[in-house]
């Protein structure tokens, strides 16, 4: 998973037409670090998104913007939308990220 470090950049990847998923996480974020120990092989599963984390400490404004009131949250982004939204109550889990993913195809 590529880091997002300026709001350029996040700008710029999510105006393509590729989707792109965006994982807000936080480094003294627990649930965020459980989420790192599970996600690779969901990552090899749906590599039809382009994926990438942003440190919602280090660009609030992006997620004020995109309502990303707890973390880890997975927001999936094309041609400058949100397409979906995996709010951190309900991504606790590999089933409940997997469902999430499964439901947008």
Not at 1 to 28: H, P, R, S
Not at 32 to 52: A, G, K, L, S
Not at 58 to 84: H, R, T
Request: glycine content about 4%; hydrophobic content about 40%.
């Amino acid at each position: 998973m590529k880091t997002i470090t300026t709001a350029e950049q996040f700008n710029e990847l999510i105006a393509g037409d590729q989707k792109v998923l965006v994982k807000f996480y936080a480094g003294w974020c627990p649930d965020c670090t459980r989420m790192n120990m599970f996600i690779d092989p969901i990552i090899e599963e749906y590599n039809q998104y382009d994926w990438y984390e942003l440190n919602r400490d280090e660009l609030p404004e992006i997620a004020d913007k995109y309502d990303v009131m707890g973390i880890p949250s997975l927001l999936i982004f094309q041609n400058g939308e949100k397409l979906a939204h995996l709010h951190s109550a309900n991504a606790k889990t590999p089933q409940q990220v997997t469902e999430f993913l499964s439901a947008q195809q």
